[in-house]
């Protein structure tokens, strides 16, 4: 009788650590992937226009986005996946953005490639002010649907994802 309760006991501690475990890692999977909320609508002052890069892109944290360029102009991106709302990464081996969350793919302008996502990256309005660059996260132009890639410019490598895409 002893014995049987002390399985018993021993089961539910084996039970309990098993649960901790799995939600700290649901927390960490969680905290690593999310979009780190919506656009705040906080106006983030970032870089002056001739720090931003036309081959590649810029990360600017403060804004949830990159910034890049398009025929001269700048664009801002915000980096929310428009499928489920995971960080989108840029890859920069491939030349693109690579959801890693169920493999969507976007070009370097955030325009749809592949994947699950409904639309292309959604962008921020950015304004120069005082030499600088303002980005207003509140103020957020979806991406265009599928079928609608203008940049012409191939991957430049192989992808981050892997050669299936996800
Ligand atoms: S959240 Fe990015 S592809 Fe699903």
């Known amino acids: 009788m002893e014995s049987y309760d002390r399985r018993g006991f021993l ?18 999977t969680w905290d690593v992937l999310r979009a780190n909320g919506a656009g705040a609508g906080a106006r983030v002052r970032t870089v002056a226009p001739d720090e931003v890069p036309s081959v590649g892109v810029l990360e600017v944290r403060e804004m949830k986005g990159y910034l890049t360029r398009q025929d001269g102009e700048v664009v801002a991106l915000w980096w929310k996946c428009p499928h489920l709302g995971c960080k989108v990464p840029w890859c920069d081996s491939s030349g693109q953005f690579e959801c890693p969350c169920h493999g969507s793919v976007f070009n370097r302008i955030g325009e749809y490639r592949r994947g699950p996502a409904p639309r292309g990256m959604d962008s921020y309005a950015v304004a120069v002010e005082n030499g600088e660059l303002v980005v207003d996260t509140g103020e957020v132009t979806l991406g ?17 994802l892997g050669s299936e895409g996800g």
């Open 11 to 28: 089961i539910r501690i084996w039970r309990w650590a098993g649960g901790l475990v799995a939600a700290a890692g649901a927390w960490t």
């Open 144 to 160: 265009d649907p599928p079928g609608n890639e203008t940049l012409d410019e191939p991957t430049t490598g192989p992808e981050c």
